[in-house]
């Protein structure tokens, strides 16, 4: 990799700005002064220094986001902001998307990646990757609508809705557990059923679980542990 492309991954700065810090000699490469910003480098074995400071280069980035409302899931959107801008200055911040989407009024876990062929398998129809969401329901809900929910619902499309698993929390909140990603689909079931959503946050996706320390809005990069999980 060249290492001005190298230096603007790791948001060292714009293009020029790199070369110029190149020329004043703020760059070195395994100890030594970097001669010019278009130098080949191994970004994953050479040191390199900015200011001193040694750049550990990262292939992928991963990010947990607490979404909050009134944002969109997407990278471009000309009515609203969108939950990738919350994410400017961080490396790769230019390649990030989200995997999969919440409606503009839901919130809560979301991943930020540039990984494609994770966000592939997560988001496979194959693969059923269980997302579980904090449902408050308009009215409370009888141990029947538990059941049907449970049993899947026919909520318009060819095939009924997969097998949910549904866990009260008070009479008008429950935790469901879906195992696809159909349009609307959560509230599409709980309206099947005779019921609607006046809030709705994703707790969890996959083995990843929100990072309740985060508020809406906050992020943070996944730990080793996470990635794994995933």
Do not use: W
Request: proline content about 4%; overall charge neutral.
């Amino acid at each position: 990799m060249r290492l001005d492309k190298f230096l603007c991954e790791m948001n060292m700065g714009t293009r020029s700005q790199v070369k110029d810090a190149v020329r004043k000699g703020l760059v070195a490469v395994n100890g030594i002064p970097a001669k010019s910003a278009d130098m080949k480098i191994n970004e994953n074995t050479d040191k390199v220094a900015f200011r001193d400071r040694i750049l550990q280069y990262r292939k992928y980035s991963y990010y947990m986001l607490n979404k909050p409302p009134g944002m969109v899931s997407a990278t471009v959107d000309n009515t609203a902001d969108t939950v990738v801008s919350l994410l400017k200055g961080e490396m790769h911040s230019g390649d990030i998307f989200p995997v999969g989407r919440l409606d503009k009024d839901v919130t809560g876990l979301l991943l930020l990646t540039n990984d494609g062929n994770l966000a592939h398998r997560l988001l496979s129809p194959a693969r059923h990757v269980d997302k579980t969401y904090q449902v408050t329901l308009e009215h409370p809900i009888s141990p029947k609508d538990i059941e049907r929910l449970e049993s899947g619902v026919d909520i318009g499309e060819e095939k009924p809705t997969l097998p949910a698993q549904v866990s009260v929390v008070t009479e008008d909140v429950i935790l469901l557990t879906i195992h696809e990603g159909r349009f609307h689909q959560v509230k599409r079931m709980l309206l099947a059923v005779g019921n609607g959503v006046r809030s709705l946050k994703r707790i969890s996706f996959g083995a990843l679980r929100l990072d309740e320390t985060l508020r809406e809005g906050e992020y943070r990069e996944l730990t080793p542990e996470e990635i794994d999980l995933l």
